[in-house]
């Protein structure tokens, strides 16, 4: 939907017109998987046509930033951070994402910032090679997409 610009104006369209139409006070974007760049990119696209910075500063309490899922078993075949702070190879880090968020001109008492108590563990290619970036089958457990409680880890 983001990448093409007439589906976006219908989504943003639309949310608005089911928003007024039951009262809501807000809307909550919750996008768990934007892993390339393109995806990345148009969702900023899509975010300025909805809401400019300057209007979201003005009109809402706060943005809810997700620092989680990353990176999983299922869709990776290299292991990797899920919640990376900082990541200076990649803009899919924590660390990133706001600084864009303040950058473009959202105080950042504006923000809100999630930690996720969960994360994932891979079946490795070789025990040898266990870093992060490491060859991957999967995922190393069986619960849903291999993760681990914060219990667990």
């Not at 563990?121 to 060859?135: F, V």
């Amino acid at each position: 939907m983001v990448s093409n610009s007439s589906y976006r104006k219908s989504f943003i369209d639309s949310s608005i017109r089911i928003a007024r139409r039951y009262g809501f006070q807000g809307l909550d974007f919750a996008w768990q998987y934007p892993n390339t760049s393109s995806d990345m990119f148009n969702m900023g696209v899509l975010f300025q046509e909805f809401y400019p910075i300057e209007t979201i500063q003005q009109h809402l309490n706060w943005v809810h930033v997700s620092s989680n899922d990353f990176t999983e078993p299922l869709w990776s075949n290299l292991t990797g951070v899920h919640a990376s702070l900082y990541d200076p190879s990649t803009f899919v880090n924590t660390d990133y994402g706001i600084r864009e968020w303040i950058n473009g001109g959202l105080s950042a008492n504006k923000l809100v910032f999630s930690l996720p108590l969960y994360g994932f563990a891979w079946t490795l290619m070789s025990p040898i090679n266990n870093g992060i970036g490491a060859a991957a089958t999967g995922p190393a457990v069986k619960k849903p997409v291999g993760g681990v409680t914060y219990r667990e880890i």
